[in-house]
């Protein structure tokens, strides 16, 4: 038995998506972060880092793992699916997940914050990140040109890089004119087991301008308050 400690962002639905992949058994805690639950101190004690998401492994003496990639390597190396065993296929995940983590997601992110959240629009920060998000899905849409997945069979590497790159539009970086990444971000969302995670917690939907707004001041309150992190 997991548990999972998590909200309704990417890094969040990677865990989600990855369990529900795997077929594991775990119980859902849908953390508040506009109410600051991730930095109180029963939390902190699971990650002392105060960010979602997390995970407790009750079948081994309550290990808990934070920071999403590490809880995806240590899923895929608990079960031996995802994720290849021999040197060099592990490898190959591991580059891709590591692309995401250090790039994907940081920029995304930063890009989300200047061109959703920040009050006032500083445009050369708008530029540079979205533009480097929009070089980083270019580099996925070369690799993907030439391959089914990104390292091999579909394994973490495609989960944690797609859990971001289906949220472009958010960051403001368009993906008309990359049909390899087309072709893979549709197909792995046709996946049961991701159509499931990215229901886990549920959120609402931000296609909705009411809800967009919304949800973009209570981010921009979360940053002007110090309780993103």
Do not use: C
């Not at 101190?41 to 880092?49: G, H, K």
């Not at 692309?99 to 200047?114: D, E, L, S, T």
């Not at 289906?166 to 159509?195: C, F, K, M, N, Y």
Request: aromatic residues 10%.
């Amino acid at each position: 038995m997991i548990d999972l400690y998590t909200a309704a962002t990417p890094n969040g639905h990677k865990i989600s998506i990855a369990l529900e992949e795997l077929e594991l058994t775990y119980t859902l805690h849908a953390l508040d972060l506009a109410a600051r639950e991730q930095k109180e101190a029963w939390f902190l004690a699971i990650n002392p880092n105060g960010r979602i998401p997390a995970i407790i492994d009750r079948s081994e003496d309550n290990f808990a793992v934070f920071e999403s990639g590490a809880i995806l390597i240590y899923l895929a190396e608990k079960t031996g699916e995802l994720m290849p065993t021999d040197f060099q296929g592990r490898s190959r995940v591991l580059q891709w997940l590591m692309f995401q983590m250090g790039g994907v997601g940081p920029m995304m992110g930063q890009a989300n914050v200047f061109h959703r959240y920040f009050p006032e629009k500083i445009q050369p920060a708008i530029d540079r990140y979205q533009g480097e998000s929009k070089r980083l899905l270019r580099v996925l849409d070369s690799h993907l040109a030439h391959h089914e997945y990104l390292a091999g069979d579909y394994s973490i590497a495609d989960i944690a890089n797609w859990a971001w790159v289906r949220t472009h539009e958010w960051s403001g970086v368009t993906v008309d004119d990359l049909p390899h990444l087309q072709r893979w971000i549709a197909a792995i969302a046709a996946r049961p087991a991701v159509q499931r995670g990215i229901l886990l917690p549920p959120r609402e939907d931000r296609n909705d301008p009411a809800t967009a707004a919304r949800f973009s001041a209570g981010a921009r309150n979360m940053l002007e308050t110090g309780q993103s992190r």
